[in-house]
């Protein structure tokens, strides 16, 4: 059974940093692009990042680029999201999600998603 | 970005209704539209990709229609675990967007 896991979050302050880390099983990350998206409390959801099956291919949303980094260990079964500068927009639920394809442009669909893990930006 | 708008943003069922929920992008995205299901709590789950192609193990009173800019997602016979929020979101080009949700309720 493909699974995704995630873990990292936490309270933190403005401007501060925090790693998200994302452990899949049951299938062989590089074949597959692996994203993130996020939802603010009570909000809907927002696509952040993703990354190509090789990791050789990252995009961002405007929001967070400069600030987010994705990144991928495919002999650990892993994805990580190292984000800096954070801000109390940055609060919100972040899953990360399996791509169809190992392409990131391409991903057609997000399934499965992982059960999220929560950030909160506050002083 | 392409704009992704769902309506209604709310609506009321009863069990065994027909519902449908409509989604509109802000141009032509042929037929790369998803249909995701979350429950409160949970993380959202992949009913319907490419406009009309059910998930594998999505019960068949899901079904999705349109292409282009005019997206519809049906649910026939509503049960008690169809209560949720159901989210259209595009892969026509990046960044992925999503619709603001539709949330059903009874």
């Known amino acids: 059974e493909v699974q995704l896991l995630e873990s990292g979050g936490g309270l933190i302050q403005p401007g501060g940093s925090l790693r998200l880390s994302c452990k899949a099983s049951?299938?062989?990350?590089?074949?597959?692009?692996m994203h993130w998206v996020r939802q603010a409390p009570g909000k809907g959801l927002e696509w952040v990042s993703g990354?190509?099956?090789?990791?050789?291919?990252?995009i961002y949303a405007e929001s967070v680029k400069g600030r987010f980094t994705i990144s991928r260990d495919n002999s650990e079964n892993t994805v990580d999201l190292q984000m800096s500068s954070m801000g109390a927009d940055d609060t919100a639920v972040y899953y990360c999600?399996?791509?169809?394809?190992?392409?990131?442009?391409?991903?057609?669909?997000?399934?499965?998603w992982g059960q999220g893990t929560l950030v909160s930006v506050s002083s | 970005d392409i704009q992704m708008t769902q309506s209604p943003s709310s609506l009321s069922a009863s069990l065994g209704d027909r519902i449908t929920i409509t989604c509109r992008s802000s141009?032509?995205?042929?037929?790369?539209l998803n249909w995701y299901q979350q429950k409160p709590g949970k993380a959202p789950k992949l009913l319907i990709f490419?406009?009309?192609s059910l998930r594998s193990g999505v019960p068949s009173r899901f079904s999705g229609t349109g292409s282009g800019t005019d997206f519809t997602l049906t649910i026939t016979n509503l049960q008690p675990e169809d209560f949720a929020t159901f989210y259209c979101?595009?892969?026509?080009?990046?960044?992925?967007?999503f619709g603001g949700g539709t949330k059903v309720e009874i």
């Open positions: 999600a399996l791509g169809d394809t190992a392409m990131v442009p391409e991903t057609n669909f997000l399934d499965p």
């Open positions: 049951g299938f062989s990350v590089d074949s597959y692009a």
């Open positions: 990354i190509s099956g090789s990791g050789a291919t990252t």
């Open positions: 141009q032509s995205i042929s037929s790369y």
């Open positions: 490419s406009a009309s």
């Open positions: 979101q595009q892969s026509f080009s990046i960044p992925p967007t």
